[in-house]
């Protein structure tokens, strides 16, 4: 790649901002993972509760990505993004200013926390309408890659709750997220092709291609199965492990990162060598791994060596992902950008919570990795089915101008 012709070939402190704030973004919607431990401790929570406590903010920045892809459509991304992030930076000086230390208080700022989960319907958009579809697969992983922003919390939270209590740590994160509005406003710009505005029927037509539909299942399970860990794994590593939750922070932290830094190298990958073939392999070690993980090593390596195995899968198979979306759909990239990013999140929703259901009712967390290693088989029996198709379809009527 020829990373001169690539920064001239969009804009690159859009690209940049985008970045911040999607990362920003990313590091407050799943706070109350890596502060779960020492919450549920505070609380006295079941597994339950507290799946379903770190699954909130996942499932309500799903139904919101809906409402920003709109938004996207119809006033822009740039105005969209600065509305999300102030009803997010109010909600937790609200949280924090209020004391309030309940378990209906956290699920509330979950559903504040979903709002900053939504960025993901602003971010890609913004960058997406700059770029060339032979590097759409880049920009948007290197948009995406603020998802980045989740190793920040699971990194830091824990040992900030330590010092100053979890309830301070989320009014302490109200203090980034202004600076990344800031740089934000300042550097961002809408595109200079932007979509035209949509009506309901535009949205309806959308979900009329059976195309839609499969690039939102491949999502639920690529970005679902990374956002679902994200939330999760601070919690199961100090169940399952026994580590405090300093200790479990670093460690999801690693997992994170790790999923994080490559999903612009997926999407780079998928631009190179063609976004079903990349994928392809990311599905069948995903599933591998996460079947391996459900056995529940005693040794803590090798579960923690699997659940990095499958968080490279699934970072990479987000960028792959969206390698192929704006070939499809470039014309309803917004509005595709809402339904993909909500199924997106709904299947980190259903594997965050139903980890903790799993414990709950049976003592370990098999039955919830193996549902979802199953998942990720189905979507390469689906992506298998329809490459051919993909492949001819797709260049005869126009679609694709870059690898599929």
């Known amino acids: 790649m020829n990373t001169r012709e690539f920064l001239k070939a969009g804009h690159w402190p859009t690209l940049l901002a985008a970045f911040l704030y999607f990362d920003m973004s990313f590091m407050v919607w799943i706070l109350l993972g890596p502060l779960g431990v020492q919450i549920a401790a505070d609380l006295k929570l079941d597994s339950a509760a507290k799946g379903f406590m770190v699954a909130l903010p996942v499932l309500a920045g799903a139904l919101l990505r809906v409402v920003n892809g709109a938004l996207v ?8 993004g600065v509305i999300g992030q102030v009803v997010v930076i109010v909600g937790l000086v609200a949280f924090w200013a209020s004391g309030a230390r309940s378990y209906g208080a956290v699920l509330s700022l979950g559903l504040v926390l979903g709002v900053a989960g939504a960025s993901f319907a602003v971010a890609l958009p913004l960058a997406s309408r700059w770029y060339p579809p032979k590097y759409q697969g880049l920009a948007l992983g290197l948009a995406g890659a603020g998802n980045s922003g ?16 979890w309830t301070n740590v989320v009014g302490l994160a109200a203090i980034p997220l202004t600076i990344a509005l800031a740089v934000y406003v ?6 200079p092709n932007p979509a035209p505005s949509r009506r309901l029927a535009d949205y309806v037509r959308v979900l009329r291609e ?38 479990a922070g670093y460690c999801t932290a690693a997992c994170v990162f790790a999923g994080s830094l490559v999903r612009p190298v997926g999407g780079a990958v998928a631009d190179r060598l063609g976004g079903v073939r990349v994928l392809s392999v990311l599905y069948a070690l ?43 759909f470039r014309a309803e990239m917004g509005v595709m950008t809402g339904l993909v990013g909500m199924t997106g999140g709904v299947g980190g929703f259903y594997l965050a919570s139903s980890l903790g259901v799993a414990r709950q009712a049976t003592g370990s967390y098999q039955a ?8 990720a088989v189905v979507a390469l029996a689906l992506l298998t089915r329809v490459k051919r198709r993909w492949r001819s379809d797709w260049s005869l009527d126009g679609y694709a101008s870059a690898r599929i």
């Not at 939270?157 to 010092?163: G, I, M, Q, R, S």
């Not at 919830?368 to 998942?375: E, H, Q």
């Open 73 to 80: 459509d119809r006033i822009g991304p740039k105005r969209t």
């Open 150 to 165: 989740t190793v920040f919390a699971a990194l830091f939270a824990p040992a900030l709750a330590v010092a100053f209590g």
């Open 186 to 191: 300042l550097l961002a710009k809408d595109g």
């Open 210 to 247: 059976p195309d839609a539909w499969l690039f939102m299942f491949y999502y639920a399970v690529t970005f679902g199965g990374f956002s679902g860990l994200a939330s999760s794994l601070a919690i199961y590593f100090n169940t399952q492990y026994g580590l405090n939750a300093v200790t």
């Open 286 to 328: 995903a599933a591998a791994a996460l079947f391996a993980v459900s056995f529940g090593f005693a040794s803590f390596t090798l579960g923690f060596v699997s659940l990095l195995a499958a968080m490279l899968a699934l970072g990479m198979g987000n960028g792959a992902v969206f390698q192929l979306v704006p070939q499809r």
């Open 368 to 375: 919830g990795f193996l549902v979802f290693a199953t998942l």
